[in-house]
């Protein structure tokens, strides 16, 4: 029997598949298989795939057996693993563990995360005016930002995303190709340079010129009027919710008389000002998705 040689590392030891299941694309959770195998010292690879993830590993039985305990026990916050199931391959001699390019199929049958809000390590760089994505809307990591709606199709990676177009500067290439950066392998990452960026623009389309097109637009929420708020997943209406006039407007526009409408606010406190919350209310407000809760 002849098994596949790839020079440049130890002995091959024994070698197993790995196939992961559920919401692990755009979760970080091929980054956090990376560092799990270069922790524990496993060689071979790992990629998306139509299904969800792939892992082909190769070491001692010792060190195959702690790295599966360790996926069946660890996983990015974001993940929700259906399965893990494990088989048995050729071993073969690798150097190092690495990602790498998605395996293509007609099928679909992964999970895509709903979008995951700002995490608190994103919104400090937002808030620091010495760092260089300050004040930047699009700022997102392995851990956060925009998933599902900016998808065109599975495996989950740039390419396949409305992303695609927006080519990653030197600084956001350096820090997707970094093991140890959070937004290793963030398919979304950007920066003012080479990402989307937001401008403001009036009821008839004319681009309206101003240095800070959010701050624009949040003091003319304030003094009545409705906008209309294109994002990644569509557009939605906003208005000030403390304005009955505005409200009115909104109602009127949206042809929406009576039904409710969803009510942004800042924070959890804030959401306690307007409203009495459950426990499990308040949950949900605090997941990493943010949603909407009735």
Request: net charge positive; hydrophobic share 50%.
């Given at each position: 029997m002849t098994e596949a040689v790839s020079q440049g590392g130890p002995g091959p030891g024994e070698g197993r598949r790995i196939a992961v299941t559920g919401t692990v694309q755009g979760v970080g959770f091929r980054p956090f298989v990376y560092r799990v195998a270069?922790?524990?010292?496993?060689a071979g690879r790992v990629r998306n795939d139509a299904a969800g993830v792939t892992i082909e590993a190769f070491g001692s039985p010792a060190a195959l057996d702690a790295f599966v305990a360790r996926l069946r026990a660890d996983r990015p916050a974001?993940?929700?693993?259906?399965?893990?199931?494990?088989?048995?391959?050729?071993a073969e001699v690798v150097a190092g563990f690495e990602i790498?390019?998605?395996?293509?199929?007609?099928?679909?049958?992964t999970s895509i995360p709903p979008d995951l809000a700002t995490c608190g390590a994103c919104l400090a760089e937002i808030r620091d005016p010495a760092d260089r994505r300050h004040r930047y809307p699009f700022t997102n990591c392995t851990s956060c930002g925009p998933r599902f709606t900016i998808a065109l199709g599975a495996p989950y990676d740039r390419p396949a995303t409305t992303m695609a177009s927006f080519r990653m500067c030197p600084a956001c290439e350096a820090e997707y190709g970094d093991p140890a950066d959070r937004r290793f392998h963030a398919q979304p990452n950007a920066c003012p340079v080479c990402g989307p960026r937001v401008e403001?623009?009036?009821?008839?389309?004319?681009?309206?010129?101003?240095?800070?097109?959010?701050?624009?637009?949040?003091?003319?929420?304030?003094?009545?009027?409705?906008?209309?708020?294109?994002g990644i997943g569509g557009y939605h209406l906003a208005c000030d919710a403390t304005s009955s006039a505005a409200v009115r407007t909104l109602r009127a526009r949206k042809r929406r008389d009576e039904k409710p409408l969803a009510v942004m606010v800042a924070d959890l406190a804030a959401a306690r000002a307007v409203a009495d919350l459950s426990a499990a209310e308040e949950a949900l407000l605090s997941g990493p998705e943010r949603p909407i809760v009735l």
């Open positions: 270069r922790e524990i010292g496993i974001a993940a929700v693993v259906a399965s893990l199931t494990v088989a048995p391959i050729p790498v390019a998605s395996a293509p199929s007609p099928e679909r049958r403001l623009r009036e009821r008839s389309g004319v681009r309206v010129t101003c240095d800070d097109p959010i701050a624009a637009l949040g003091a003319a929420l304030a003094a009545g009027s409705v906008a209309a708020v294109k």
